[in-house]
């Protein structure tokens, strides 16, 4: 099933065969500002195959925070990739993780934090990762680093 809704080119635009770009002014900027898919066909049929192919390589399961509660506590399976930028050894005090949104409550946001291997995280960063994907930087809540 597809998840992108395809809408038809504009009164007097040419739609490209090559992309999914119209000529002219895109009527919808404004939804596409506010979230809704537009743009690589590739990316529209593939992220799903890509996903459960590095989840059969890379997958971690957590406990996943929502607003940092533990009480509200989910399991989620994620793609973890130890350290940040910069950071000189690993595993350092930042981690990366890649997450699907459909598979938590709500969507990724900061002050969620999730527990790994009895060591607690932070989400200190939420960014787009691909379409319905969001990237996250954990920060390790201990202290003594």
Known sequence: MNPFRLSPAPQGGVVDPRSFAVSGGSPHAGNRAAGEPFGDIFVARH???????????????????????????????????????????????????????????????????????????????VDAFMYFYSSLVLQNREEDF
Do not use: C
């Open 47 to 125: 992220v799903d195959l890509l996903w459960n192919a590095l989840l059969n390589e890379w997958a971690r399961t957590v406990d996943y925070w929502p607003q940092g509660d533990s009480a509200g506590a989910v399991p989620l399976v994620l793609l973890w990739k130890e350290g940040v930028e910069g950071e000189e050894f690993s595993p350092g005090r930042y981690s990366h993780a890649y997450v699907r949104n459909a598979d938590l409550p709500s969507d990724p946001a900061l002050r969620d934090a999730l527990m790994a291997d009895g060591v607690i995280y932070d989400v200190v960063r």
